[in-house]
Nanobody
Framework: QVLLQESGPGLVKPSQTLSLACTVS??????????WGWIRQPPRKGLEWMGI???????YYSPSLRSRISISRDTSKNQFTLQLNSVTPEDTAVYYC???????????WGQGTQVTVSS
């Protein structure tokens, strides 16, 4: 079983950088042919795919976020991170990290963490 746990601040000021970490247990980030994603759900809206990092360390981002997003990993900690720059209140959402055997199909999810962007 793969377990994922998001961590990071729950409140971020506008124009600052949102940083979240996802700590993984039960499978290495480098295990062949698996993908690690970030997905968010704003209030009263559906899920929004943000981006992934592959088992090889390659990254792919949503076109709408590409100018502001970065996903990286620390294989020594088996952890991958999300950074979203220049946040606005529209970035307020529950943020999830997830594991999948394809880039867009996820079978294990973290519990989610609420991030509010407000001054």
């Amino acid at each position: 079983q793969v377990l994922l746990q998001e961590s990071g601040p729950g409140l971020v000021k506008p124009s600052q950088t949102l940083s979240l970490a996802c700590t993984v247990s039960g499978r290495s980030l480098t295990t062949n042919s698996y993908y690690w994603g970030w997905i968010r759900q704003p209030p009263r809206k559906g899920l929004e795919w943000m981006g992934i990092i592959t088992y090889r360390g390659s990254t792919y981002y949503s076109p709408s976020l590409r100018s502001r997003i970065s996903i990286s990993r620390d294989t020594s900690k088996n952890q991958f991170t999300l950074q979203l720059n220049s946040v606005t209140p529209e970035d307020t959402a529950v943020y999830y990290c997830a594991h999948g055997s394809t880039p867009l199909d996820y079978d294990y999810w973290g519990q989610g963490t609420q991030v509010t962007v407000s001054s």
